[in-house]
């Protein structure tokens, strides 16, 4: 976890990842292990607690989770490591063009 990664309680997220074919809420604890596959501009759009069923801010997501176009350039300038290195995840957090 970099410095500017707050800690999280992954086990009371629920993240819901937007797909081609639709969105589908899953534990982050799920995300944070697996990523985005053959798909790499899948993310995730919203979160919410486990526990209390409430919305949450996607800051609760560790930044180099997110796969957005923000996280994907950290990581591309190397001010984010990798999270996905090898399997189905090698590289697809990295921007395109």
Do not use: C, K
Not at 53 to 81: F, H, K, M, T
């Amino acid at each position: 976890m970099g410095a500017d990664e707050a800690p999280v309680d992954v086990a009371d997220v629920l993240v819901v990842i937007a797909h081609p074919f639709g969105e589908v809420e899953v534990p982050l604890a799920d995300w944070i292990a697996t990523g985005p596959g053959p798909r790499p501009l899948v993310r995730p759009v919203r979160a919410r607690s486990r526990s209390t069923g409430r919305s949450l801010p996607l800051s609760v997501i560790p930044p180099r989770y997110r796969n957005d176009e923000e996280s994907r350039r950290a990581i591309a300038d190397g001010r984010l490591d990798e999270p996905w290195p090898g399997g189905e995840g090698e590289g697809v957090s990295r921007p395109r063009g």
